[in-house]
């Protein structure tokens, strides 16, 4: 019983296997028998790919390309931690830091840093303009804002120089102003790392304007650095702040001692010997004074310092290997890349469209 199991078992699937061949000689008869509209379709393909490529704006690519500076978790000042924690102070060098790994890279993707970017004005042919300006001339946004009424008018006034901030803008303006930064976000910055095990990172601004790429891609690896001194520096700065503060008053304290027993001194030339705690004891409080904020000062002079050499340690971020230069990178959708592309995708298409065709015809008998 088995045994016939099995040769029915065999039948069945050379029966399965022989049907398949047959389908699929059936399926490659009839598509072979409609090659000319197949052809037709590809070469209407390839003449909307040349269509495609003939109108298509070349786009320029500016890189730069940069070594981010990781921090040292142990290092030289962890000998000296427990020494500024005694006075309040944190003195870095601990921690993984906000910008280490793939953290810069969402930095460079965020709005706030396009933004500022795209607000700033640079200098555009011997005039300033802002990148913002130069993307919205290029882009030809204004002829279809036109015959938006909203729209038509609508500007982005920026406050002069480098370091040009949104000021005061309405719900339209930063409507738009989204849009712009999404776009640039999707489209034409991309920031990368071409090796996981390294930390050289690439920042690529593509663009149909050769001026704005360049500019573009400058200004917001300038953007990103200068924000990541600011802020990773921030605390070391307070502190820098807190302690300069205290050693100021302590040695203010001091010095106002020292001429405190002087003072005293000169007050009492004279003195009779039987009233010499007149000046003894208001001396040696002057001297204990003194000699409690030589003590404060000097600890407060040593964390001063190693609170700058951990500022000095923190402050750099980026150390730039290749900045853009022009001519600019320029590529081209090329003429037979379209024409080649179109027909094939066409051609494919139209093999898809007879093939559903037929399997619908035979399901339909």
Same mark, same amino acid.
């Given at each position: 019983?088995?045994?016939?199991?099995?040769?029915?078992?065999?039948?069945?699937?050379?029966?399965?296997?022989?049907?398949?061949?047959?389908?699929?000689?059936?399926?490659?008869?009839?598509?072979?028998?409609?090659?000319?509209? !197949?052809?037709?379709?590809?070469?209407?393909?390839?003449?909307?790919?040349?269509?495609?490529?003939?109108?298509?704006?070349?786009?320029?690519?500016?890189?730069?390309?940069?070594?981010?500076?990781?921090?040292?978790?142990?290092?030289?000042?962890?000998?000296?931690?427990?020494?500024?924690?005694?006075?309040?102070?944190?003195?870095?060098?601990?921690?993984?830091?906000?910008?280490?790994?793939?953290?810069?890279?969402? +930095?460079?993707?965020?709005?706030?840093?396009?933004?500022?970017? +795209?607000?700033?004005?640079?200098?555009?042919?011997?005039?300033?303009?802002?990148?913002?300006?130069?993307?919205?001339?290029?882009?030809?946004?204004?002829?279809?804002?036109?015959?938006?009424?909203?729209?038509?008018?609508?500007?982005?006034?920026?406050?002069?120089?480098?370091?040009?901030?949104?000021?005061?803008?309405?719900?339209?303006?930063?409507?738009?102003?989204?849009?712009?930064?999404?776009?640039?976000?999707?489209?034409?910055?991309?920031?990368?790392?071409?090796?996981?095990?390294?930390?050289?990172?690439?920042?690529?601004?593509?663009?149909?304007?050769?001026?704005?790429?360049?500019?573009?891609?400058?200004?917001?690896?300038?953007?990103?650095?200068?924000?990541?001194?600011?802020?990773?520096?921030?605390?070391?700065?307070?502190?820098?702040?807190?302690?300069?503060?205290?050693?100021?008053?302590?040695?203010?304290?001091?010095?106002?001692?020292?001429?405190?027993?002087?003072?005293?001194?000169?007050?009492?030339?004279?003195?009779?010997?039987?009233?010499?705690?007149?000046?003894?004891?208001?001396?040696?409080?002057?001297?204990?004074?003194?000699?409690?904020?030589?003590?404060?000062?000097?600890?407060?002079?040593?964390?001063?310092?190693?609170?700058?050499?951990?500022?000095?340690?923190?402050?750099?971020?980026?150390?730039?290997?290749?900045?853009?230069?022009?001519?600019?990178?320029?590529?081209?959708?090329?003429?037979?890349?379209?024409?080649?592309?179109?027909? !094939?995708?066409?051609?494919?298409?139209?093999?898809?469209?007879?093939?559903?065709?037929?399997?619908?015809?035979?399901?339909?008998?």
């Amino acid at each position: 019983m088995e045994e016939k199991a099995v040769e029915r078992k065999n039948e069945t699937d050379e029966i399965s296997l022989k049907e398949l061949l047959r389908k699929f000689g059936e399926w490659y008869r009839y598509v072979l028998s409609k090659w000319r509209t !197949i052809l037709v379709f590809g070469i209407l393909g390839g003449i909307l790919g040349f269509t495609y490529a003939w109108f298509k704006k070349p786009v320029y690519v500016a890189t730069t390309t940069f070594v981010l500076e990781e921090l040292d978790n142990g290092g030289g000042l962890s000998q000296y931690a427990g020494l500024a924690s005694i006075a309040g102070l944190d003195l870095g060098g601990g921690g993984s830091g906000i910008f280490q790994g793939d953290n810069i890279l969402v +930095l460079y993707k965020s709005r706030k840093m396009i933004e500022k970017t +795209l607000l700033t004005q640079v200098e555009f042919d011997g005039k300033k303009q802002s990148l913002l300006d130069k993307y919205i001339d290029f882009k030809e946004l204004r002829k279809g804002w036109a015959e938006n009424e909203k729209l038509k008018n609508i500007q982005f006034n920026t406050a002069p120089g480098p370091k040009s901030q949104k000021i005061s803008y309405t719900r339209l303006q930063d409507s738009v102003l989204g849009k712009v930064v999404e776009d640039i976000s999707n489209n034409l910055l991309n920031v990368s790392k071409p090796d996981k095990k390294l930390s050289i990172i690439r920042a690529e601004v593509t663009s149909t304007n050769e001026d704005f790429s360049k500019k573009f891609n400058e200004q917001i690896v300038k953007n990103v650095n200068d924000f990541y001194v600011e802020t990773k520096t921030k605390k070391s700065l307070e502190n820098i702040k807190i302690l300069q503060q205290k050693t100021d008053s302590v040695r203010s304290s001091m010095n106002g001692a020292i001429y405190s027993a002087a003072s005293i001194a000169d007050a009492t030339p004279n003195l009779n010997i039987t009233r010499q705690v007149q000046r003894i004891a208001p001396i040696q409080r002057s001297q204990i004074s003194v000699e409690t904020n030589k003590a404060m000062l000097g600890e407060l002079i040593k964390n001063l310092e190693l609170s700058k050499i951990s500022l000095r340690k923190d402050a750099p971020l980026i150390q730039v290997i290749d900045e853009p230069v022009f001519p600019l990178e320029k590529q081209n959708f090329g003429k037979l890349k379209g024409i080649i592309l179109g027909g !094939i995708i066409f051609g494919f298409l139209s093999l898809v469209t007879i093939s559903i065709k037929k399997i619908i015809k035979e399901i339909s008998l």
